[in-house]
């Protein structure tokens, strides 16, 4: 990515806009600690700090931080999967949301959006024009690490954005690129010669910015969100610290300690030779002589470490007390095995969770899908209209779920095309299940129609299902 300044297209920022510039700037640099520090927990690689008075410094790489951060955000993540958007009465404008949505891929882009919002405790999505398919607006998932946003506190709304870019070949770990986002414009800028300088500028006069902030935990005035982590890092640590004493007690008492009496280094003989015993046989082996007849042996008792276990134990139930997810998910199994019910009310706090962040997510997406709307179509669509459907955060059997979708069809309350939204189909899968419907149908009714004895006036003899009298095929097909 290299920029190239021009004099038609370095102009000059206003002073608002280089105002606005700099404090977003400020705002995202002092977050930055804060994403490090989020990062390396979901990654499982943060520090541990430690007293020190039993753990002496060179030990410290022997830590073995338990990763139960990364447990309680993939464990919402996975059960957070968009299933469709819909207007009401509105079908064409639900099939350009469906065909948008598609098109950018976003049945695995918004695991990545889902993921950031856990982690960081907020996201953000932008939508933009796109130069080779005009008809399918770009949606990108953004990093909050590189991404920060001014929110009109009357509304929610994004008044505008900032992304900062690194290029991965520079010498320096500074950023290269930005681009700022206004409601009526965008400003793309690069580093040349150590300042700032504005590369592009597109004045899209969209009235709004196109960015949508997803907040986790949100609360009101408060926009930045919380981590899904920040209720299970200090257990997380005490339980490392635990494992690290655990493991030098491994090194130092597990193994039982053995003493002598009356002995010496050179009074131990190796039977095999009549020798002294070298150190290592003098300690592993039990099957030594000494020339002191009056020499005594025995060995210590090993040191239980079940206390280790206990204290892990009791912090793995705190982290399931406050993550709300059961204690088998951190390995303790309280049930051999977990029966059905137990598991869907195990489970109870978890979904209840999932629903939650889905209702908050959901106008977020509705947003960005309105958004997209008004770059493709050029009118607006109000996004407090768009319906984000979602699927079942619950861990119901394929029997279970069968069983209920038919009872429902039978008696009338879901029709066929309830029954797949039920069951989470994809409009593409939908699709191909009608194509499927109208063959059978035409194989079904050909013999039928075939077999019609028309008179003169209607035509004369019939032709086949697919000649002079294929109108009938829609009728039959919506039977």
């Not at 907020?122 to 690490?145: C, M, Q, W, Y």
């Not at 209720?231 to 655990?246: H, K, S």
């Not at 319906?387 to 879901?414: E, F, H, M, Y």
Request: glycine share 6%; hydrophobic share 40%; net charge negative.
């Amino acid at each position: 990515m290299v920029a190239v300044v021009t004099q038609s297209s370095a102009s000059r920022l206003s002073d608002d806009e280089a105002s606005l510039l700099r404090s977003l700037r400020l705002r995202l640099s002092g977050l930055r600690a804060v994403h490090r520090k989020w990062d390396a927990y979901y990654q499982g690689t943060q520090e541990i700090s430690s007293i020190g008075i039993a753990v002496p410094p060179q030990l410290r790489d022997f830590v073995f931080p338990l990763n139960w951060p990364r447990i309680v955000v993939d464990s919402v993540v996975q059960r957070q999967q968009v299933k469709s958007f819909s207007v009401p009465d509105d079908p064409a404008a639900s099939a350009v949301l469906r065909e948008m949505w598609e098109a950018n891929n976003m049945e695995s882009q918004q695991v990545l959006n889902h993921t950031e919002t856990r982690v960081q405790g907020h996201g953000f999505v932008a939508v933009g024009t796109n130069g080779d398919d005009r008809d399918h607006p770009l949606i990108t998932v953004e990093s909050a690490k590189c991404m920060i946003a001014r929110i009109d506190p009357r509304n929610g709304d994004v008044m505008a954005a900032l992304r900062v870019y690194e290029d991965a070949w520079s010498l320096t770990a500074a950023p290269q690129y930005e681009t700022l986002y206004l409601p009526d414009c965008t400003i793309w800028l690069a580093r040349h010669h150590g300042k700032w300088v504005v590369t592009d500028r597109d004045e899209h006069k969209l009235g709004r910015v196109p960015v949508i902030q997803f907040v986790n935990r949100p609360r009101v005035g408060d926009y930045a969100g919380e981590s899904e982590m920040a209720d299970v890092v200090q257990p997380t640590d005490m339980a490392a610290r635990a494992m690290l004493d655990l493991q030098i007690a491994m090194e130092t008492h597990a193994v039982p300690g053995k003493y002598a009496v009356g002995v010496t280094n050179n009074s131990f003989i190796d039977p095999a030779t009549g020798k002294p015993a070298s150190a290592i046989k003098t300690y592993f082996n039990s099957m030594l002589t000494s020339k002191n007849e009056h020499a005594k042996f025995g060995q210590f008792s090993a040191s239980d470490l079940t206390n280790f276990k206990t204290v892990v134990d009791l912090l793995s139930e705190q982290v399931s007390a406050v993550s709300g997810l059961p204690m088998r998910y951190f390995g303790q199994n309280t049930a051999n095995p977990a029966a059905e019910g137990a598991i869907r009310a195990d489970e109870s706090r978890l979904v209840k969770n999932v629903e939650l962040k889905n209702l908050v997510d959901g106008d977020a997406w509705s947003k960005v899908m309105a958004l997209a709307y008004r770059i493709r179509e050029g009118r607006d669509l109000n996004a407090n209209l768009v319906r984000c459907d979602w699927n079942d955060p619950a861990t119901p059997t394929q029997a279970q779920k069968a069983d209920a979708i038919s009872k429902l069809v039978a008696q009338g309350v879901v029709s066929r095309e309830g029954a797949w939204d039920e069951m989470g189909w994809s409009e593409a899968r939908k699709d191909k299940e009608r194509e499927y419907f109208v063959r059978e149908l035409a194989q079904t009714y050909e013999p039928i129609v075939k077999g019609i004895d028309y008179g003169p006036d209607d035509g004369g003899p019939a032709s086949g299902f697919g000649d002079t009298h294929t109108s009938a095929t829609p009728a039959l097909a919506n039977q």
